[in-house]
């Protein structure tokens, strides 16, 4: 793929321009007078807080947005918070021999089994663990899901506010509030012997509003077969056990909302992909703690300190490979006006992390200090301007500046654009740097790897039709990657290359009715690394998702969804030696479907709480899932996902 496939910034702003003058528009009150009342679902007034740390409008938001509220997971579904990512734009859910399930790749963009280029945020406050950076499956799989009151996935940079790790995406994760004194019960048994009990509720009075919940799924594990990289094929049960609990609470000014995951996963191998099987314990922890306090009525001041801890209980061939941090993060932020039109933010975070390797007897302490600034202007009621940046200073490496700026032009009738720019950065963390294991050495030279995104955006958004067309463009230097020693079978990390990325996403949410509901999604990731090799990172070029769902008020609702992947690259343009000794990675399309029986409504029963029966399905085609083995790359593939299961439960509402 030559230079000139890729636009320019200069020909993102040209086309930008072109719609600000050639499209009518009127003034932004214009909009709502196209806003009906009765907009049940909030697809007009789509309030997101993730972009700029405060609640505004999706269509006004400096950023490419997608939320999953807890309707649209009502409708259709799901066990954990895989399941649900897995139908957002651009993004590609899949894990290694290593780490099952632990990798969200946002607009096809990987590098190793570690989630280190995504941050999870939980109610707006960083969940991240300064040892790998991103052994994120204790968060992904146990996180009690009937506690998300809605998810918002920002594709792009985030680090100008975020920080560290907000490199390809920022996934915001916000609990659900008491609106009452209410709770929820349930359980379930489904397929490879998985069972499930879950219980959330809240309390609400005057002034405290406190929601959380538990949730324990176990399951046997379905039949994982394959060749190692000895050409050994064996096979075992891919077993799990997950336990979490989630929580919210607001008492006046003070905020606490926490977060414990626990999973304990069955996988193929060590430290290489080679039989037998083994297994690991991770624990994460996260807890935050905040005050906000208001000067006047335009400006406020938040402060918040947030723990997050990783337990890593890793045992291969019999060494015990223990891993831990407790990490502290302090952060204060004040924001307010300047002008009626003109608001700002600034503050500044201390992030001093400490963990302990305990194979190589190791202790490590280091401390990531930033300062930030962001403002937008509205020139005129449908023009706003948006800039703003972060200034960094990891410890014992150059301080460095990331920016951010972007123009929001809403025209008449719903009609809107979006023209951004936004830089990321991510600093090595301590495995990286440090390990000291039988196949991988890590690198104490190693300096952050950044990246630039230009997005150009047309949206379009009224009570029953939400709709967009985005194309982005990406390019990082530096990048952190693997590469092989001078010993035979041992890696360390350095900083090579670029990586150059360019897409278009569409996608779309109709509802033509109060209970029907349509979405649709559809993303074309192309890059490729300053050699000229293309779809380097084997992320698929295709990626096509859509769902159905209808809402009948008697008392059923069903939910139809398909994500359909394209065929993956071979992991052979990386290492021309693989190994070619199980099935490719083929295209597949990843069907679910969702039923809800509400037994109240449908028996005409009178009593206060209410019960429900779900009916939960998936891989409904029965299609052979692989992914490329792209941690060692000694071998072509690996199973990646289980044949066809299902899972009921039953739900009392109190």
């Not at 490199?167 to 490879?192: E, H, M, P, R, W």
């Not at 538990?214 to 594990?221: D, P, R, T």
């Not at 014992?396 to 023209?419: C, E, M, Q, T, Y």
Request: with cysteine.
């Amino acid at each position: 793929m030559s230079q000139s496939r890729f636009w320019s910034f200069k020909r993102l702003a040209a086309i930008f321009s072109f719609l600000l003058y050639n499209l009518p528009f009127q003034a932004a009150a214009a909009r709502s007078e196209d806003i009906e009342a009765e907009d049940i679902f909030g697809l007009a007034q789509q309030t997101v807080v993730t972009a700029s740390k405060k609640a505004e409008p999706a269509y006004e938001a400096p950023g490419i947005i997608s939320v999953v509220t807890a309707e649209d997971i009502r409708r259709f579904g799901a066990r954990n918070l895989r399941e649900i990512l897995d139908r957002v734009t651009s993004i590609y859910t899949f894990g290694s021999f290593l780490y099952p399930d632990n990798i969200i790749s946002i607009r096809g963009d990987f590098e190793t089994h570690a989630n280190n280029r995504v941050l999870f945020l939980i109610n707006g406050r960083p969940c991240r663990e300064s040892v790998y950076g991103g052994k994120d499956f204790a968060v992904i799989l146990p996180m009690p899901i009937e506690t998300i009151e809605r998810i918002e996935i920002i594709r792009g940079p985030g680090s100008v506010l975020y920080g560290t790790k907000a490199f390809d995406g920022v996934i915001n994760i916000i609990s659900k509030t008491a609106t009452t004194t209410q709770a929820q019960l349930q359980s379930g048994y489904g397929s490879f012997q998985t069972t499930k009990f879950a219980g959330s509720g809240g309390v609400k009075s005057k002034d405290l509003d406190l929601y959380g919940g538990v949730a324990h799924l176990k399951s046997v594990g379905w039949n994982f077969e394959a060749f190692d990289e000895r050409r050994v094929k064996k096979s075992f049960n891919r077993a799990e056990n997950n336990i979490g609990l989630n929580f919210s609470g607001k008492f006046k000014e003070v905020s606490l909302s926490g977060f414990m995951g626990d999973s304990r996963v069955e996988h193929m191998g060590g430290v290489a992909a080679i039989w037998p099987h083994d297994s690991e314990t991770l624990r994460r922890g996260f807890v935050d703690a905040g005050y906000q306090h208001s000067f006047t009525n335009d400006w406020k001041a938040q402060a918040n300190v947030t723990y997050n801890g990783v337990v890593d209980n890793l045992e291969s061939a019999g060494t015990f490979l223990g891993r831990y941090a407790h990490d502290v993060l302090a952060e204060l932020t004040i924001s307010g006006k300047i002008l009626d039109n003109f608001n700002i933010q600034f503050g500044g975070t201390v992030d001093r992390q400490a963990g302990r390797l305990r194979f190589e007897n190791l202790s490590y302490m280091s401390t990531l200090a930033s300062t930030y600034l962001e403002a937008d202007y509205k020139v005129f009621d449908f023009l706003k301007f948006i800039a703003g940046g972060q200034y960094n200073k990891p410890q014992n490496l150059d301080a460095d500046l990331v920016p951010r700026a972007g123009i929001i032009a809403n025209f008449h009738s719903g009609w809107g654009a979006k023209l951004l720019y936004g830089e990321a950065y991510r600093s090595p963390f301590a495995v990286e740097t440090s390990i000291r294991g039988l196949t991988v050495n890590g690198n104490p030279n190693l300096k952050p790897e950044k990246m630039a995104t230009s997005d150009a955006q047309i949206f379009y958004n009224s009570v029953k039709v939400q709709a967009s067309a985005t194309y982005f463009q990406s390019n990082a230097r530096d990048r952190i990657v693997r590469v092989p020693t001078s010993r035979a079978g041992v890696f360390t990390f350095d900083n090579v290359g670029e990586l150059k990325s360019h897409g278009l996403e569409l996608e779309s949410k109709l509802l033509p009715l109060p209970s029907l509901s349509f979405m649709i999604a559809y993303s074309y990731l192309q890059n490729e690394n300053e050699k000229g090799v293309e779809d380097i990172t084997l992320m698929p070029n295709h990626l096509v998702k859509g769902g159905v769902s209808y809402d009948w008020k008697g008392g059923v609702t069903l939910g139809l969804f398909d994500a359909y992947s394209s065929q993956r690259s071979d992991v052979a343009i990386i290492a021309p030696n693989t190994l070619e000794v199980n099935p490719k990675a083929d295209e597949y399309h990843w069907v679910t479907a969702n039923i809800i029986l509400d037994i109240t409504k449908l028996m005409k029963l009178t009593q206060t709480h209410k019960i429900s029966v779900r009916f939960y399905g998936e891989n409904l085609l029965d299609q052979a899932v692989y992914d490329p083995e792209v941690l060692r790359q000694v071998i072509n593939t690996l199973p990646a996902r289980s044949g066809p299961s299902f899972m009921s439960e039953i739900v009392v509402n109190f």
